[in-house]
């Protein structure tokens, strides 16, 4: 069973606002990635964080940011918010760099209207 | 860079039937292969992968794939499948740097009574 969990489940807000969504790790795990999910088809990565230092970066802009805690605790920060931006946001820890055993969270729900 | 074909959007089924959900992809380094499944409101949890080694590989829930490197495939196969089988699948591939995951888009396996 995952560890991973993710606040809030569901979000909605407004074009041009600033949202932040929240992900736990599971125990012992330092590494933690960040995927969108747009309606219908297959997540993409947003950014990896290792040790509290982003580690590698998607074809996303510099409006999404993130952050990870010495607990390894993260965050994702999108500020500017567009329409297209609505989508599943999935968090998924690790416990190191690679890979091959990631563990997802359910995921924050983010409509945009 | 890499990339992923997931041949079938939709996979319609009866129970007890063999199912088998295609999956290409192409990568100019050597590559690790995963499989995931989503139920409705729910992650991704990790199907089966192949990293090395023998190139058929079982998971959980009785599914198995069979890497084909000629053919640069990893397509994934069930026997017999249940109602409970019905989700989302996602065949994923790492490689390079192997920090991210690239995701096809998705096939709909629905199995029906």
């Known amino acids: 069973e995952t560890g991973v969990t993710q606040s809030p489940t569901h979000l909605i807000k407004t074009r041009g606002q600033q949202v932040t969504l929240r992900c736990s790790s599971q125990?012992?795990?330092?590494?933690v990635s960040w995927y969108q999910q747009a309606l219908g088809q297959g997540p993409q990565f947003i950014f990896q964080?290792?040790?509290?230092?982003?580690?590698g970066r998607g074809n996303f802009p510099p409006r999404f940011s993130g952050l990870q805690f010495p607990n390894y605790s993260s965050e994702l920060n999108v500020n500017a918010l567009e329409l297209d931006d609505s989508a599943l946001y999935l968090c998924?820890?690790?416990?190191?760099?690679?890979?091959?055993?990631?563990?997802f969270g359910s995921g924050t729900q983010l409509s945009v209207l | 860079a890499q990339s992923v074909t997931q041949l079938d959007s939709q996979v319609p089924v009866f129970e007890e039937a063999p199912v088998e959900l295609r999956c290409n992809y192409s990568?100019?380094?050597?590559?690790?292969l995963f499989w995931y499944v989503q139920y409705p409101n729910q992650g991704l949890q990790l199907l089966l992968k192949?990293?090395?080694?023998?190139?058929l590989v079982k998971g959980i829930n009785g599914f198995e794939a069979e890497f084909n490197k000629s053919q640069t495939s990893f397509h994934l196969r069930k026997p017999s499948v249940h109602i409970s089988d019905t989700a989302e699948y996602f065949c994923?591939?790492?490689?390079?740097?192997?920090?991210?995951?690239?995701f096809g888009k998705g096939t709909l396996l629905t199995v029906n009574p």
């Open positions: 998924a820890s690790s416990l190191d760099i690679g890979g091959e055993k990631l563990f």
């Open positions: 125990s012992g795990h330092n590494t």
């Open positions: 964080y290792y040790r509290e230092e982003e580690n």
């Open positions: 990568s100019s380094v050597s590559v690790y």
């Open positions: 192949y990293l090395s080694g023998s190139t």
């Open positions: 994923a591939v790492s490689g390079g740097s192997n920090y991210k995951l690239t």
